[in-house]
């Protein structure tokens, strides 16, 4: 099976969102341990840092409810947080940010089917693997779809 991660690259990125979540967040220089939790929070959301200044992520219910938790958090350690709702005035950064969010998620996706082209798989950790990947889709990857499907093959169900 074919492993094509740079089929993304090719395609023509539409606005899918206009509406963006930005946080911006201090916390104290000690204990680093805070700083630390917050960070792993962050990528396990799979957001993305925009410009060394601000972790970005699409303005979704879903999104919007755990930025929110994660500000109040930061606040609760004795930080600062600001949570704006953003729509960029230059869709360039956009299309930037899509590129962006599908590369994270693309690469694990990759890992999955090398994976998955081996004859002894566990598909129940590949399929737990996909499912964390997943969550992070924001932008529905080509990758992804070509994962599902060849879990969905692997385990004899026709996509």
């Known amino acids: 099976m074919p492993v094509d991660v740079g089929l993304w690259y ?7 969102m206009t509406n963006w979540l930005l946080l ?3 916390l104290p220089a000690k204990p680093s341990a805070l ?3 917050i960070w792993r ?6 957001t993305v840092l ?6 970005v992520l699409p303005n979704t219910p879903h999104t919007l409810e755990q930025f929110q938790w994660l500000a109040a958090e930061i606040v609760e350690m004795g930080g600062e947080a600001a949570l704006w709702d953003a729509q960029p005035a230059f869709s360039g950064n956009e299309e930037a940010l899509v590129r962006q969010f599908l590369q994270q998620v693309d ?3 990759a890992g999955i089917l090398k994976q998955l082209a081996k004859r002894a798989t566990d598909l129940e950790a590949l399929s737990h693997q996909y499912q964390q990947v997943r969550q992070k889709d924001y932008f529905h990857s080509p990758v992804g779809e070509q994962v ?3 879990l969905l093959s692997k385990r004899g169900v026709v996509p």
């Open 107 to 109: 690469e694990p996706y």
């Open 24 to 26: 911006h967040y201090k």
């Open 50 to 55: 925009f410009q060394d200044a601000a972790w």
């Open 148 to 150: 599902r499907e060849a």
């Open 41 to 46: 929070k962050l990528k396990r959301l799979g």
């Open 10 to 16: 090719n395609v023509t990125i539409v606005t899918i």
């Open 35 to 37: 700083r630390v939790s």
